[in-house]
T-cell receptor
Framework: SQKIEQNSEALNIQEGKTATLTCNYT??????LQWYRQDPGRGPVFLLL?????KEKRKERLKVTFDTTLKQSLFHITASQPADSATYLC???????????????FGQGTILTVHP | KAGVTQTPRYLIKTRGQQVTLSCSPI?????VSWYQQTPGQGLQFLFE???????NKGNFPGRFSGRQFSNSRSEMNVSTLELGDSALYLC???????????FGPGTRLLVL
């Protein structure tokens, strides 16, 4: 069955540095991959989507790469700030979802803490 | 536009009881998905509804059910509650065409 792993449970960095989070998946070739942010006690918030034919996507201080050969996505936050502290989740469409976009499988998440 | 709303926000039940959770999607969104989030299993897909029809279902027992109304509002029901059903239940809506999922704040269910 398809499997998705975020190989850092927690990441601590200093303000101003670049945070890099990793998402790996197996047994699957997804058409796209998404990244979400979740704050304690709240639902996830969509950040970025990258398609299989895109190598890189940017949005302000965020950058996502997608390597379908390595089956890996990297999520970067440049010039990190304490307000970026949250749990970051990667998500893939579940196999068998057809044209449904609401059926996602999520990684366990990486808890990012940015220290002032 | 108002975001996705879920009621109630917190709920305490005892084993064997049943519970109904409600979700109101963003206006105009016809797809509603439900997820269960626990510390051990993370976020897991329960089911998705689109235009009142269940379009997909996750690997959960039949005690978990849902429905969607003509105004796109959705409810999920869990019967014969077990301790392991304690979790944050999240609802997400989308237009059904775009891939972005908009999540509500969740309902935290505690089963004693």
């Amino acid at each position: 069955s398809q499997k998705i792993e975020q190989n850092s449970e927690a990441l601590n960095i200093q303000e101003g540095k670049t945070a890099t989070l990793t998402c790996n998946y197996t047994n699957y070739s997804p058409a796209y991959l998404q990244w979400y942010r979740q704050d304690p006690g709240r639902g996830p918030v969509f950040l970025l989507l990258i398609r299989e034919n895109e190598k890189e996507k940017r949005k302000e201080r965020l950058k996502v790469t997608f390597d379908t050969t390595l089956k890996q996505s990297l999520f970067h936050i440049t010039a990190s700030q304490p307000a970026d502290s949250a749990t970051y989740l990667c998500a893939l469409p579940l196999r068998g979802g057809g044209t449904s976009y609401g059926k996602l499988t999520f990684g366990q998440g990486t808890i990012l803490t940015v220290h002032p | 536009k108002a975001g996705v709303t879920q009621t109630p926000r917190y709920l305490i039940k005892t084993r064997g009881q049943q519970v109904t959770l409600s979700c109101s999607p963003i206006s105009g969104h016809r797809s509603v998905s439900w997820y269960q989030q626990t510390p051990g299993q993370g976020l897991q897909f329960l089911f998705e509804y689109f235009s009142e029809t269940q379009r997909n279902k996750g690997n959960f027992p039949g005690r978990f059910s849902g429905r969607q109304f003509s105004n796109s509002r959705s409810e999920m029901n869990v019967s014969t509650l077990e301790l392991g059903d304690s979790a944050l239940y999240l609802c997400a809506s989308s237009s059904g065409v775009a891939k972005t999922q908009y999540f509500g704040p969740g309902t935290r269910l505690l089963v004693l």
